[in-house]
């Protein structure tokens, strides 16, 4: 039988939403004190390309594999098991750098396991939400859920740089533990929906590989989301300088402090803030592959402009920082609400891993070359020149190929599990 959400199941996930805000909120804390840290020690663009890359490679091995117990298991059980070893990882590296212990690949060993913790926990909530949330409110939630995160993002380097000017690293890493206590109070007390196979209970007796593989059959089997896939990939790719660079970029290259890098930070977090909110309002996105593609351009421009700011213009930045941000709202809630829509319950949890792993598959590989590529043409040309590549991918995507022409909606899910039987 079918799992319909209800009136009461859509005001459970809104508690267990609210545990989830607080563990995001300290989680992002601890990854911003720790890359600030790692910039400061060390000075080295080697040394975050590498934690970047730590921070991307369980992705790749644990995701598709991280989906399909999610399908199989209890969904509270292991997020209560994903979070509580975070949490206990965390007080473990206060430990060690409480005793003075900090070596880089320590550091590393701990950003990996965190990173694998969360390839479990990010597809597990993502399946969570249709299951508890009613169908009519499911793209506004999804831009609810970005609005009330960039919320969070704007306060994680107010946070961050205010607990680093007071307390020691390893003092300011307690906030993981204590958020991480306040998100387990709803997953105790509320009742998340099992979904196992529902529509065939024989493939309960199915292999983790077959359900692996089912689950690449029915992305493949929807038009369009390969291209979508593909894109996204190469993107994430030509981003990775950024991702990896930016604390670098402000402290080394303008000769920022730490409260200049958290000032730009929550630059970007305004502009999430803004285009969440145009998310939320928006109740139907009719024209989803247009928007998506030109949210995208959008957003490469604000990186060739960025790779052209002037030294120490901070506001500068932070505008053009406003600008990128407004944009990833809209396009991550559309991609999501594509995924949600046209994928069958059961199913989703691997199909979420998957597309989130195949997202990210060639990330570890452009955090990796950052650090080579940084030493060869400096950050201002690596950003410019990784701009106008992503410039020609998305034209490419979007006029060489037949995207453009496909609407999604929610009709797809039918033709799909037809086509699959």
Known sequence: MEIIPTKKSFHHYLFFWTGQIFSLLGSLVVYFVIMWWLTVTTNDPMILSLATFFFYLPYIFVGPLAGVFSDRMSRKKLIIIVDSLQAMATVLLIFLMSLGITFVWII?????????????????????????????????????????????????PAIAAILLLYFPVYQALWIDFITFLIALVPLLLIKIPNVKDINNKESEKSSFIEEFKEGFRILISIKGILVLLIVSMLVNFLIQPLNVLMPYFIKTIHSGTVVDYALVSISIQVGLIIGSILTVVKKQWKHKIPVMFSGIVIFLIGYVMLSLAPFQAFYFIGAILIMMGLNIPVINTIYQTII?????????????????????????????????????????????VSAFLGLAIITAGYFLTGIRKVKFDSDLKTEIVDSLT
């Open 108 to 156: 590393f060993i701990f950003i990996a396991f965190r990173s694998a913790c969360q390839a479990f926990h990010q597809p597990t909530v993502n399946s969570i939400t249709p299951t508890m949330v009613p169908k009519e409110k499911l793209s506004r939630m999804n831009g609810l859920n970005f609005l009330l995160s960039s919320f969070v993002q704007l306060a994680v």
């Open 340 to 384: 949600q829509t046209t994928i069958p319950m059961e199913k989703l949890g691997r199909v979420s891993s998957i597309d989130s792993t195949l997202s990210m598959l060639i990330s570890p590989v452009g955090s990796v070359l950052v650090g080579p590529l940084t030493l060869l043409l400096g950050v201002n040309n690596l950003f410019l």
